[in-house]
Structures are given as structure tokens and as C-alpha cells.
């Protein structure tokens, strides 16, 4: 965007107080954005605060009550709260596994407690079985060796 012009007025009283507002002006608009870049950086703070809270919490429901799985974050809040793994289980065969929620392709606002349909276990699916997986928690760091679904 081409920068915009100010006609130059005639007097020099007039040109001295335009200089002076487009010093102000200009000024002004450096210290606005760097307190709308600090307020960004708080509130994206904020938020990854908030989705780390929702991911806690729900582990903790599974963990003590086994469920219910409803309602779970959505898989970019696990991410974004520092909880990229889903830790799950075949239903049949009690198989643990652990899944890249990063790697997963996704809607945005796909929920964890959706992907209980999705993921299957090989060594079922193998056997010509499809059992849904168990979920169990979400996780910060993978197993050393993790298999995927």
C-alpha cells in the first residue's frame, strides 16, 4: 500500500505542527501495536492455560470414573495444551497403543471422545475383527516404541 500523502501547507507554523502530528501520529502507532502484540501473546497464553486445564481434567475424569468419554477437547486443544499422544486400548484383545494426534489428519474441531469409532487395532484387524479402541488418557510424551493404529 503506497504510503499517504499529506499536502505540504504553505506557512511554516503549519508546516512545523504537521511534521509535529505525523511524529505523534506515527509514534502512537508503534507503541499500539507492541500493546496489541503483548496482549496477543497474554491471551494466547491464556488459551493454551485454559486447553492444558480441559486436557487435565479430562484425563482425570477417565482415570477415576472410566469415562464418560463425552465431551473430551478437541484434538488442537490436546495439541496446543502440550498433550499431542492419545493413549488407547483394543477392546478385545486389551492391546495398549499410543496415537500422534499431531499426525492424525483432522478437522480442527474434532473431539477426542470422536476418534473412539475411528481407531482400530492391526492385530485385530488382522484376524478380520473390528472392535473399537478403549481410550484411556492423553499423554505429553509417547511410549520409547509405540505402534500405531
Given at each position: 500500500m503506497a504510503p499517504k500523502h499529506h499536502?505540504?501547507?504553505l506557512s511554516g507554523g503549519d508546516r512545523k505542527a504537521l511534521t509535529k502530528e505525523l511524529?505523534?501520529?506515527r509514534a502512537v502507532t508503534t507503541i499500539l501495536a507492541a500493546r496489541a502484540a503483548e496482549k496477543r501473546a497474554a491471551g494466547e497464553a491464556l488459551i493454551r492455560e485454559a486447553d492444558d486445564l480441559a486436557c487435565q481434567s479430562w484425563n482425570e475424569r477417565m482415570w477415576a470414573d472410566g469415562g464418560p468419554v463425552d465431551p473430551s477437547p478437541s484434538?488442537?486443544?490436546a495439541v496446543n495444551a502440550g498433550f499431542p499422544w492419545l493413549e488407547i486400548r483394543?477392546?478385545?484383545?486389551k492391546t495398549p497403543?499410543?496415537?500422534d494426534l499431531a499426525a492424525l489428519p483432522h478437522v480442527a474441531t474434532t473431539c477426542i471422545?470422536?476418534?473412539c469409532g475411528r481407531l482400530r487395532c492391526e492385530k485385530c484387524r488382522k484376524a478380520g475383527k473390528r472392535p473399537p479402541a478403549e481410550l484411556l488418557q492423553l499423554a505429553r510424551r509417547g511410549p520409547?516404541?509405540?505402534e500405531m493404529p
Amino acid at each position: 500500500m503506497a504510503p499517504k500523502h499529506h499536502p505540504t501547507p504553505l506557512s511554516g507554523g503549519d508546516r512545523k505542527a504537521l511534521t509535529k502530528e505525523l511524529a505523534r501520529a506515527r509514534a502512537v502507532t508503534t507503541i499500539l501495536a507492541a500493546r496489541a502484540a503483548e496482549k496477543r501473546a497474554a491471551g494466547e497464553a491464556l488459551i493454551r492455560e485454559a486447553d492444558d486445564l480441559a486436557c487435565q481434567s479430562w484425563n482425570e475424569r477417565m482415570w477415576a470414573d472410566g469415562g464418560p468419554v463425552d465431551p473430551s477437547p478437541s484434538i488442537d486443544q490436546a495439541v496446543n495444551a502440550g498433550f499431542p499422544w492419545l493413549e488407547i486400548r483394543c477392546s478385545s484383545c486389551k492391546t495398549p497403543r499410543a496415537v500422534d494426534l499431531a499426525a492424525l489428519p483432522h478437522v480442527a474441531t474434532t473431539c477426542i471422545h470422536d476418534l473412539c469409532g475411528r481407531l482400530r487395532c492391526e492385530k485385530c484387524r488382522k484376524a478380520g475383527k473390528r472392535p473399537p479402541a478403549e481410550l484411556l488418557q492423553l499423554a505429553r510424551r509417547g511410549p520409547a516404541t509405540s505402534e500405531m493404529p
